[in-house]
Nanobody
Framework: QVQLVESGGGSVQAGGSLRLSCAAS????????MGWFRETPGKAREGVAA???????YYSDDVKGRFTTSRDNAKNQLYLQMNGLKPEDTGIYYC????????????????????WGRGTQVTVSS
């Protein structure tokens, strides 16, 4: 069955960096658009980054220039490098697989997600 397992969350001070990983299994990983979402206090879950099977990336305005997503299709791994972290980046980060195969056209809509990971906590202190 499809499994998505995030790791790499933790606590950092503002301005610091974290690298999240997501291990995917149970499906042909290289065929799917993948996304990163987050739930921050007081806000609904939102997409922050997406990456197409061949590597085209998309970012929300909140994280553009600070976060970078990448993927290793040989290892079935998804990554989110987060630099210049701010207290408002605090929340639970989820990786997700788009429902159908093919490239992302933009950030993936939550309605278009087929599978979610369980999430990893990121805490940024001021």
């Amino acid at each position: 069955q499809v499994q998505l397992v995030e790791s790499g969350g933790g606590s950092v001070q503002a301005g610091g960096s974290l690298r999240l990983s997501c291990a995917a299994s149970g499906y042909p990983y290289s065929l799917y658009c993948m996304g990163w979402f987050r739930e921050t206090p007081g806000k609904a879950r939102e997409g922050v980054a997406a990456i197409s099977p061949l590597g085209t990336q998309y970012y929300s305005d909140d994280v553009k220039g600070r976060f970078t997503t990448s993927r290793d299709n040989a290892k079935n791994q998804l990554y989110l490098q987060m630099n210049g972290l701010k207290p408002e980046d605090t929340g639970i980060y989820y990786c997700a697989r788009r429902r159908n195969t093919g490239p992302c056209a933009t950030l993936v809509s939550m309605d278009d997600i087929g599978y979610w990971g369980r999430g990893t906590q990121v805490t940024v202190s001021s």
